[in-house]
């Protein structure tokens, strides 16, 4: 089956500083990512898409130059946290969307990564 | 505009009772789709099912069995003879055929199964 991964599983980094994390497609080329951010005890919000080769697209209220994303590759995207703050902290997940059948036009799923826990102090 | 609505916060139950979740949707689209997915408390979510909006029978796998109601816009999840791995927040999500890329999540309703 279609496998996400995401590096690293947990994070703390200090005020201001920025963090990295990966998302990969082990087994499968996904040209389309997607980047959601979890508050605890509540629901995935989408942040963004990322897709192979071009600028990501954001979701209204998600500040672009604060979290970056690149899709270099058709296996992996990577969401940067600029100048992270507490209020940052959060749980990242990430997922890709793979193409599970073409009659009446492309039909597509999202597999999940098993999400980043950031927090920042 | 699309809305997913679970209002059942959390719910305890104790091993080898059933357990139905509630979700509930708005959208003003057609064609659309709904899932739910198990979030253990490790974190990652798993994929539960997918159901079309054309398609209104009801699914069963295993214990799990699901009720897509659109005259209520609804889509129950029921959990037959509860088992503590069942623990886990689940999440109804909804796309749109306009933008299948788009999943819109409810607020999640964590469950307690108890020994």
């Known amino acids: 089956g279609a496998v996400v991964s995401q590096h690293p599983s947990r994070v703390i980094c200090k005020s201001g500083t920025s963090v990295k994390i990966e998302c990969r497609s082990l087994?499968?080329?996904?040209?389309?990512m997607f980047w959601y951010r979890q508050f605890p005890k509540q629901s995935l919000m989408l942040m963004a898409t990322?897709?192979?080769?071009?600028?990501?697209?954001?979701e209204q209220g998600v500040e672009k130059d604060k979290f970056l994303i690149n899709h270099a590759s058709l296996t992996l995207s990577t969401l940067t946290v600029t100048s992270a703050h507490p209020e940052d902290s959060s749980f990242y997940i990430c997922?890709?969307?793979?193409?599970?059948?073409?009659?009446?036009?492309?039909?597509?799923?999202?597999?999940f990564g098993p999400g980043t826990r950031l927090t920042v102090t | 505009a699309q809305k997913v609505t679970q209002a059942q916060t959390e719910i305890s139950v104790v091993e080898k009772e059933d357990v139905t979740l509630d979700c509930v949707y708005e959208?003003?689209?057609?064609?659309?789709?709904l899932f739910w997915y198990k979030q253990p408390p490790s974190g990652e979510l798993v994929f539960l099912i997918r159901?079309?909006?054309?398609?209104?029978q009801n699914e069963i796998s295993g214990r799990y069995s699901w009720n897509f109601q659109k005259s209520t816009s609804s889509f129950n999840f029921t959990i037959t003879a509860s088992q503590v791995v069942d623990s886990a927040v689940y999440f109804c999500?909804?796309?749109?055929?306009?933008?299948?890329?788009?999943?819109?999540f409810g607020t999640g309703t964590r469950l307690q199964v108890f020994p």
């Open positions: 087994d499968f080329q996904a040209t389309t």
């Open positions: 159901r079309n909006s054309f398609d209104e």
């Open positions: 959208t003003r689209d057609t064609t659309y789709y």
């Open positions: 990322s897709n192979e080769g071009s600028k990501a697209t954001y």
């Open positions: 997922s890709a969307r793979v193409l599970v059948g073409l009659a009446g036009g492309p039909d597509y799923e999202q597999y």
């Open positions: 999500a909804l796309s749109e055929a306009r933008n299948t890329d788009k999943l819109i």
